[in-house]
């Protein structure tokens, strides 16, 4: 019989084991950027369609309160579940987006009273990252005209709060 085999334990070796951590390492190396460049796109995405929300809601709410015009907020577009429809709670975006913050991204919105009208004739609706290079790389505004304009964010830059600092975005492809 012969007894090479008899010395040898069962298991793996320091070396062998370092190497298999090692190969996960690289391995975790490539993926992560990969994900997190995705988590990036989903969360600009959800932040572009959130803007187009916010305009669809800006025009029901001028339809139904057109003495006031536009919603001179972005809480008077939401309310809390369950929702009684008024000027200051409309019901038409759900409390999340209402609230100021969803998927990674903040938003606000506002009516603009142009040319010494008593109702707000105008309204800008906009989104940037939470949290820069995290949660996205862009930031999202719309107004009255309906098209969604795009510009490269910064860290730490609010949403576009007026018509003019919308203008400047880039409309989107």
Request: contains cysteine; neutral net charge; aromatic residues 6%.
């Amino acid at each position: 019989m012969h007894k090479t085999g008899m010395n040898r334990r069962n298991g793996f070796s320091l070396i062998e084991l370092l190497i298999v951590v090692a190969i996960i390492l690289v391995l975790a190396a490539l993926a992560i950027p990969n994900l997190m460049r995705a988590r990036i796109a989903a969360d600009e995405s959800s932040a572009a369609g959130s803007v187009r929300q916010i305009a669809t809601a800006e025009v029901a709410y001028h339809a139904t309160y057109s003495l006031i015009g536009y919603a001179p907020n972005l809480a008077s577009l939401g309310g809390v579940v369950p929702c009684t429809p008024s000027a200051a709670t409309a019901c038409i975006l759900d409390d999340k987006l209402s609230a100021g913050l969803k998927s990674g991204y903040q938003f606000s919105a506002s009516g603009l009273a142009t040319a010494g009208s008593l109702t707000n004739t105008e309204y800008v609706g906009g989104a940037a990252p939470d949290t820069f290079n995290q949660s996205g790389v862009r930031d999202f505004c719309i107004i009255s005209d309906g098209v969604l304009r795009i510009n490269p964010g910064a860290p730490g830059t609010p949403p576009a709060g007026t018509v003019a600092a919308c203008l400047a975005y880039q409309p989107a492809p």
